[in-house]
């Protein structure tokens, strides 16, 4: 199947700093990708979908100032988590459907593990 | 939150016996039904997918079945083995609607 990656993995930083993550297609071009927030033992929550060249479009209840989502490209999308706080602690998870369309196969990236101190 | 109702969330069974897994939506509009495994710390792997003009769709080991009248789909796991233990989540979409996840099914394969 279509590999999707993310970077970093897993990231510490301490309450007040920004973080990036990065969303990869590598063998497909992505022009919508999907990122997900997942809390332990619940299962994932759509956060917001990137689009390329346009706004992200965000859920109901995500700050759009707070997670700041770039497309940059058809095969990148990068989430930034803008002054971080404990709470938004959680395994960040990014998606993206090879065939470009919301209702049909995604894939998805290994998840980025965020710890705010 | 979610639209789409998984049970059971927890499952433990016997090495060898089979795992079922059932999911129940609401959208009469929803076409497209994967399975997804997540194990822990890494993100979902698609295994096994479904839509909605099959009633049924065999992997091997795993099947899912659709009852679009019912709306409702299952994931059968048949042999079980130890390296099927992770958590389990069922979603549902149509063309134009985000994908939507069940709350998940941690299985559990005894050896």
């Known amino acids: 199947g279509a590999v999707v990656s993310q970077h970093p993995s897993r990231v510490i930083c301490k309450s007040g700093t920004s973080v990036k993550i990065e969303c990869r297609s590598l063998?497909?071009?992505?022009?919508?990708m999907f990122w997900y927030r997942q809390f332990p033992k619940q299962s994932l929550m759509l956060m917001a979908t990137s689009n390329e060249g346009s706004k992200a479009t965000y859920e109901q209840g995500v700050e759009k100032d707070k997670f700041l989502i770039n497309h940059a490209s058809l095969t990148l999308s990068t989430l930034t988590v803008t002054s971080a706080h404990p709470e938004d602690s959680s395994f960040y998870i990014c998606?993206?459907?090879?065939?470009?369309?919301?209702?049909?196969?995604?894939?998805f990236g290994p998840g980025t593990r965020l710890t705010v101190l | 939150g979610e639209n789409v109702e998984q049970h059971p969330s927890t499952l433990s069974v016997q090495e060898g016996d089979s795992a079922v897994i059932k999911c129940t939506y609401s959208d009469s509009a929803s076409n497209y039904f994967p399975w997804y495994k997540q194990e822990l710390g890494k993100g979902p792997q698609l295994i096994i997918d479904i839509r909605s003009n099959v009633g049924e769709k065999k992997d091997q080991r795993i099947a899912v079945t659709l009852n679009k009248t019912a709306k409702h789909f299952s994931l059968h796991i048949t042999e079980t083995q130890p390296e099927d233990s992770a958590v389990y989540f069922c979603?549902?979409?149509?063309?134009?609607?985000?994908?939507?996840f069940g709350a998940g099914t941690r299985l559990t394969v005894k050896p």
């Open positions: 979603a549902e979409s149509s063309n134009n609607n985000d994908m939507r």
């Open positions: 063998d497909f071009q992505a022009t919508t």
């Open positions: 998606s993206a459907p090879p065939q470009g369309l919301a209702g049909s196969e995604q894939f």
